[in-house]
């Protein structure tokens, strides 16, 4: 099985580069003279985390948090209900009394995130807020309080830079619609 050709890029490398330096120097100016813990969500997160990372100016430590809940289905990217959502890794450390920042590849109903900063919040950190590489607002069914945006996309199935179609295109330095698949 070939995978499906990318249709058009969303967003260039130099464009992402260039918006995560932006939203990075905001976290940098909010947690100022504190130290803040990046929680990510494996794998898509991992390569908007680390370009995160870099760019900050706070100390920081990092933890990956695993979840099961999507469908290989590129049409209905979400049809996760929220009780399909599962810790499959749990955090390595305790976040007792840390300013937490969890970080998302995209956003798109919300189901996902609200489990998470249930599941965040019950470990009692000092401060828990949200930062997405994308958004995708005309999907969402929970309302989630975004904290920090990196982009804000159409109803259009994505990936690269994290994102992937059946595991795959995770690597790709740019954000891309794929084509339909025939
Ligand atoms: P939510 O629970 O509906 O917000 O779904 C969020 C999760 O679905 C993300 O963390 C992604 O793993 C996955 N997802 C949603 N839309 C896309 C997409 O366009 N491309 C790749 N993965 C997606
Ligand atoms: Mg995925």
Redesign the pocket.
């Known amino acids: 099985m070939t995978a499906p050709a990318i249709d058009r890029v969303l967003f260039t490398e130099e464009e992402i580069r260039r918006r995560i330096r932006q939203v990075a120097a905001e976290i940098s100016a909010h947690y100022a003279g504190g130290e803040l813990k990046l929680v990510g969500?494996l794998k898509?997160s991992v390569f908007f985390l680390t370009a995160l990372a870099c760019e900050l100016t706070v100390p920081v430590t990092v933890d990956f948090l695993g979840i099961s809940?999507?469908t290989h289905s590129m049409t209905a990217?979400?049809k996760?209900a929220p009780g399909m959502?599962r810790i499959s890794k749990d955090l390595d450390e305790s976040i007792e009394g840390e300013h937490v920042l969890l970080v998302?590849?995209?956003?798109?109903?919300?189901?996902?995130?609200r489990y998470l900063l249930q599941h965040l919040s019950g470990r009692a950190p000092k401060s828990l807020a949200v930062c997405t590489l994308l958004d995708?607002t005309p999907?969402r069914i929970v309302q989630i309080a975004l904290d920090y945006r990196c982009f804000e996309i159409p109803d259009r199935?994505?990936?690269g830079f994290g994102?992937?179609?059946r595991q795959l295109y995770r690597n790709l330095k740019y954000v891309a619609v794929l084509k339909p698949e025939e």
């Open positions: 969500v898509g809940s999507f990217p979400a996760a959502v998302e590849d995209i956003i798109d109903t919300g189901f996902t995130t995708r999907r199935f994505v990936v994102l992937d179609y």
